[in-house]
């Protein structure tokens, strides 16, 4: 079974400090691991996925495999980070997607 | 269009009534998903459709929901003698789920149901 567990509900920091939204996943295999985006009145849309390792909007995560997460970091957060963000995984034999339960991250000015 | 299309936008209906939403899923996206957002909260998985798989119904709440997909497009999702709690945003999604794929899911803009 997979399983995506993402402990914090709510998060909230300063413009400008740095932000980590963690992510934890259980999976026996290989997974794939992606972040997820809603901004306020927009649809939810995919922000960065592992494979690809690549820094989207300052936003950057790393797989560790040792201990099972998929932290989601910016060094200064901007006000229009301010979203829901989901951490899903998907299997390694491209099967259904599992997701987080949400952050909500709020920048204040 | 390109995306994903869900319909209604908004949908008011009575308590006991029955309501029906549906998804239009990108053109060739053999995986769809129906999610429950309530007020505030996070995505909660109702059910997945893979190709011709059976569906994936395990995040059904009761037996009030059901779901079907004809083929490769078009999904129904029906909730039957409506409950205030069934109040919430139903989200489609919709993936190219083969091993050459990215994984990547598609959201539509979601349905807003509201019970009264």
């Known amino acids: 079974a997979q399983r995506v567990t993402q402990p914090e509900k709510l998060l909230s920091v300063f413009k400008g400090a740095p932000v980590e939204l963690k992510c934890n996943y259980s999976?026996?295999?290989?997974?794939?691991l992606f972040w997820y985006v809603q901004y306020s009145r927009q649809r939810l849309q995919l922000l960065l996925r592992?494979?690809s390792r690549e820094s989207i909007k300052g936003f950057t995560a790393d797989l560790n495999k040792g201990e099972t997460s998929f932290h989601l970091k910016k060094p200064f957060a901007q006000e229009e980070d301010s979203a829901m963000y989901y951490c899903?995984?998907?299997?390694?034999?491209?099967?259904?997607?599992?997701f987080g339960d949400g952050t909500t991250l709020t920048v204040k000015p | 269009g390109a995306g994903v299309s869900q319909s209604p936008s908004n949908k008011v209906t009575e308590k006991g009534k029955d309501v029906e939403l549906r998804c239009d899923p990108i053109?060739?996206?053999?995986?769809l998903y129906w999610y429950r957002q309530r007020l505030g909260q996070g995505l909660e998985f109702l059910i997945y459709?893979?190709?011709?798989?059976?569906?994936?119904k395990s995040g059904l709440p009761s037996d009030r929901f059901s779901a079907e997909r004809t083929g490769e497009s078009v999904s129904t999702l029906t909730i039957q003698r409506t409950q205030q709690e069934d109040s919430a945003v139903y989200l489609c999604?919709?993936?190219?789920?083969?091993?050459?794929?990215?994984?990547?899911?598609?959201f539509g803009e979601g349905s807003r149901l509201t019970v009264l």
């Open positions: 999604a919709s993936s190219l789920e083969s091993g050459r794929s990215t994984g990547e899911l598609f």
């Open positions: 999976y026996s295999g290989s997974p794939e």
């Open positions: 592992h494979i």
């Open positions: 899903a995984l998907r299997g390694s034999n491209a099967g259904k997607s599992t």
């Open positions: 053109s060739g996206h053999t995986a």
């Open positions: 459709f893979q190709g011709n798989s059976a569906p994936d």
